[in-house]
């Protein structure tokens, strides 16, 4: 905030009971909304993030998230272009909540009784009800191709994507039974077993990116990795998921394609890819194979824009005190955070496009005034988001900008465009 007048009334705004979320976020999920009608198909990708707030004093309205920290969970939408350039388009949806202490888990450890447990609420209803959300804000606007990781592998929410017709890939978490009264009498009975038996289709070389370790518990699909080259097979299959048990009687059996992607002659000390992807996009040839494992590759995308957020932003590093407080300012950074991933990705895949294409004329405008950022007449979007970056405090001689410094240098420039049109205000000097 510019003074102590705009930073009380910051407070005073995120410490609206009358303010939420929902409609501090509304305005810009329906600008996604008009840009998604320009896209002839989009990727909606799901995921779920952990916010966490250090400090001893307990906040209200925050729930535990390790042993040392409290905070809350969000679960967005975001969507991208379909297009292999993976446009940032906007966040559709959010969805914010705080776990409880003991839980499910914990609660029948301690002896609740089974059925109790699974009369809670379960955090996987999340899936559903955000693909809801999804459908009712986008309407006919465009085709939307749902993408999710493999904790979304839940037969209730693939029947529910099935019965809404909406078109999708995720990620098997699982190695699921399929229906043994339509299978060969030799054939497999788990869907790996079957798949692997099929032929390869293709074969493509890829580099894996450095992974870093988490801040979830460790899993074998989230080890820390380096980068290397990866050689890949891929192969595919129509199978038929029974009803689980637990769910209730007269839910349909699920026809649906699976892709197998395998990783083979990986080093002995890493852990090979080995993906199945289950979809309701088309299998029958190798180019409608191979766009289904791009499509779920997309959703690194989300991961970067979870960077933005809590680096960029520095969203985990405010101090309001109490968790609604918190989610105000989230519906906030939610745009700003979308604008630096769409300025990076922009840079990566237009950088001699104008830049003009990503920010305002006033903005442009600044970014040639200021002395600190030696940019042509005529900016291009590269050298727009190195000015931008060398706002923030960026080195050229430190290499690319990261996060952090893009973060602060859009703050400013934001800062400098409302001091600019300000004193283009009449009377402003009075």
């Not at 007048?5 to 303010?19: A, K, S």
């Not at 990708?45 to 969000?74: K, S, W």
């Not at 888990?105 to 609420?121: F, M, S």
């Not at 190695?175 to 293709?202: G, I, N, Q």
Request: hydrophobic content about 40%; aromatic content about 6%; overall charge positive.
């Amino acid at each position: 905030m510019g003074s102590e007048g705009e930073l009380e009334g910051f407070y005073r705004f995120v410490g609206n009971e009358r303010v939420t979320l929902e409609e501090v976020t509304r305005p810009h999920r329906q600008a996604t909304v008009e840009r998604l009608r320009r896209e002839p198909e989009a990727l909606v990708l799901h995921d779920t993030t952990d916010f966490h707030f250090r400090g001893e004093a307990a906040r209200a309205g925050l729930g535990p998230i390790n042993v040392t920290d409290q905070g809350f969970l969000g679960h967005f939408a975001l969507a991208i272009s379909a297009d292999g350039q993976r446009r940032a388009l906007g966040v559709l949806g959010v969805e914010t909540w705080t776990r409880q202490d003991p839980g499910p888990t914990r609660l029948r450890r301690g002896g609740l009784p089974y059925v109790q447990c699974r009369a809670l609420p379960s955090e996987a209803e999340r899936w559903p009800r955000l693909v809801d959300a999804v459908i009712a804000e986008v309407g006919a606007a465009t085709s939307l191709i749902h993408v999710m990781d493999s904790e979304a592998d839940d037969y209730r929410l693939l029947s529910c994507l099935v019965e809404k017709g909406q078109r999708w890939v995720v990620r098997f978490r699982y190695d699921r039974m399929l229906a043994t009264e339509l299978l060969p009498p030799d054939a497999p009975r788990k869907t790996r077993a079957f798949v692997a038996r099929r032929e390869v289709v293709c074969r493509r070389t890829v580099t894996l990116a450095k992974r870093r370790a988490g801040t979830r518990r460790p899993q074998r699909r989230t080890l820390p990795r380096e980068q290397r080259e990866a050689q890949l097979e891929f192969r595919s299959a129509r199978v038929v998921l029974p009803r689980p048990a637990h769910c209730a009687e007269g839910a349909p059996t699920l026809t649906v394609n699976v892709v197998a992607v395998t990783e083979t002659g990986a080093p002995p000390e890493v852990e090979p890819v080995a993906w199945l992807l289950v979809t309701s996009e088309p299998i029958d040839s190798e180019e409608e194979i191979l766009r289904v494992v791009d499509y779920y590759r997309a959703r690194w995308v989300i991961e970067e824009y979870f960077k933005a957020l809590k680096t960029g932003c520095a969203f985990e590093k405010r101090q309001l005190e109490s968790g609604e407080a918190l989610r105000r300012a989230l519906g906030i950074f939610i745009p700003i955070a979308w604008q630096l991933l769409r300025l990076r990705g922009l840079c990566r895949h237009a950088p001699a496009a104008p830049a003009e294409q990503l920010l305002t004329t006033v903005q442009v405008e600044v970014l040639r005034r200021d002395r600190r950022c030696h940019v042509a007449a005529q900016p291009t979007v590269r050298e727009a988001f190195l000015a931008i970056a060398r706002l923030g405090g960026h080195l050229r001689s430190n290499g690319e900008p990261g996060w952090q410094v893009l973060g602060r240098g859009y703050v400013e420039l934001l800062t400098l465009e409302a001091g600019f049109r300000l004193a283009l205000t009449p009377g402003c000097d009075q």
